[in-house]
C-alpha cells in the first residue's frame, strides 16, 4: 500500500531511491550554478566576441568553449525539473527519447570541452616554443578546424547513445532514470564504457595539458633569464617596437587564462574521475537498501564536476587584467546601447 510520501501507483522502493540530500543538490545546488553559470558564460561568450580576444585563435577556442559550458547547462535543466523538482517528466515526454538526447549531450559536451582546453593548451605551446612560427600555424581557420574535428569525433564516438541500445530504467531517479536497454550492453555501458569515458574526457587530456604546461614553464623561465642579459641593450633604445609589445603582453594574458581554466578542470574533474572507476561496479553489485547513501556521495561528486562548467567566466576576471578591461568595456558599451534607445522623449526633442 503507497504511503503518504510517495504517489499512489509509485511502487515502494521507487521512494527509497529518492535520498532527500540529492534532492536537495538537484534543486537549490543547481538552481545556484544556473544562476552563476548562464551569467558568467554569457559574459564570456560576449567578452570573448570582443575585437581585440576574437583576433587570435586562442579567443575563438575561448567562444567555443564558453558555448560548450552553455550547451551543458541547458542539458542540466531536465536534471533540475526531473531529480530536483519532482517534476513527473515520464508523464509529459517521450521519456525514452528525453535518455537518449540528455545523455548524448552532456557526454558530448563533457569530451567537447575538455578537448578544446587541450587545443588550446596547444595553441599557447606552439606560440610559446614557436614563436616566428605561430602566426602562420595558430589562426582562426586552424582553430575552427581542430574544433570542428573534435565535433566529428565527438559525434561518432557518442552516436550509440541515440540508438535503442539506451533508454529508460527509473525515469525520476537520480543516476539511474536513464541507461542501458538491453541486458547485453549493461555491462559495456556501466564497467567498459564508463573508463574508456574516464580516459578520453579526463585522464588523457590532464596528462597531454600538463606535458604543455610543463614545457611552457620550462621554456618562459628560459627567455626570462635571456631577457635578463638583454636589459642593457634594451636601456640603450633597442627595446621591440610598440606593436610587438602589445602582442606580447596580449599573449601573457591568453597564458594566464589558459592556465586558470586548466586548473579549475583539474580541481573539478579528477576526482569525479577517480570515483567514476569505482561507482558503476558499485551500481551492479549493491543491494537497493544500500543505494541511497551511494546516490549521495554520487550526487555531490556530479555537482563537483558540474561546477567546472559554471565558474569559468569568474576566475578568469580574477586572474586576467586583459579580459576585466574587455568584459569593462564590453558591459560599458552594453549599458550605452541601451541609454541611447530612442524613446518619446528624445523623439520630440530631436525634432
Request: glycine residues 4%; proline residues 5%.
Amino acid at each position: 500500500m503507497a504511503t503518504a510520501a510517495q504517489p499512489r501507483d509509485e511502487p515502494a522502493y521507487i521512494s527509497l531511491l529518492k535520498p532527500s540530500l540529492v534532492g536537495q543538490l538537484y534543486s537549490w545546488g543547481y538552481l545556484c550554478l544556473f544562476v552563476l553559470g548562464f551569467t558568467g558564460n554569457i559574459f564570456s561568450l560576449l567578452t570573448f566576441t570582443r575585437p581585440t580576444l576574437r583576433s587570435v585563435s586562442t579567443g575563438i577556442l575561448f567562444i567555443t568553449l564558453a558555448s560548450s559550458d552553455t550547451i551543458f547547462l541547458l542539458v542540466s535543466i531536465i536534471d533540475f525539473l526531473d531529480f530536483g523538482l519532482g517534476i513527473p517528466l515520464v508523464s509529459y515526454v517521450n521519456y525514452t527519447i528525453l535518455c537518449r538526447v540528455r545523455l548524448f549531450t552532456v557526454s558530448m559536451t563533457q569530451i567537447c570541452s575538455a578537448w578544446v582546453l587541450v587545443v588550446i593548451s596547444l595553441d599557447r605551446w606552439i606560440r610559446t616554443r614557436f614563436p616566428y612560427k605561430s602566426s602562420v600555424i595558430c589562426t582562426q581557420k586552424k582553430a575552427l578546424l581542430a574544433v570542428a574535428i573534435i565535433l566529428i569525433l565527438d559525434i561518432g564516438i557518442h552516436a550509440v547513445m541515440l540508438t535503442p541500445l539506451v533508454g529508460t530504467i527509473f525515469p525520476g531517479v537520480a543516476l539511474l532514470a536513464c541507461g542501458p536497454a538491453t541486458w547485453d550492453y549493461l555491462y559495456f555501458y556501466y564497467i567498459t564504457w564508463t573508463v574508456i569515458q574516464v580516459f578520453i574526457n579526463c585522464l588523457v587530456p590532464v596528462i597531454v595539458m600538463l606535458l604543455f604546461l610543463i614545457d611552457m614553464f620550462t621554456r618562459i623561465r628560459a627567455q626570462k633569464r635571456n631577457a635578463g642579459q638583454q636589459i642593457e641593450v634594451q636601456s640603450r633604445g633597442r627595446m621591440s617596437n610598440p606593436a610587438v609589445r602589445r602582442n606580447n603582453r596580449l599573449q601573457t594574458q591568453l597564458f594566464a587564462l589558459m592556465l586558470s581554466s586548466i586548473t579549475v578542470f583539474l580541481a573539478t574533474n579528477l576526482p569525479v574521475a577517480i570515483y567514476r572507476i569505482v561507482f558503476p561496479r558499485q551500481v551492479l553489485t549493491i543491494p537497493i537498501t544500500e543505494y541511497p547513501s551511494v546516490a549521495k556521495l554520487s550526487a555531490i561528486f556530479q555537482f563537483i564536476w558540474s561546477v567546472n562548467y559554471t565558474i569559468n567566466f569568474y576566475i578568469h576576471c580574477l586572474t586576467s587584467t586583459l579580459f576585466r578591461r574587455e568584459f569593462r568595456k564590453c558591459f560599458n558599451s552594453l549599458c550605452k546601447s541601451r541609454d541611447t534607445q530612442v524613446t518619446p522623449a528624445t523623439f520630440i526633442t530631436a525634432r
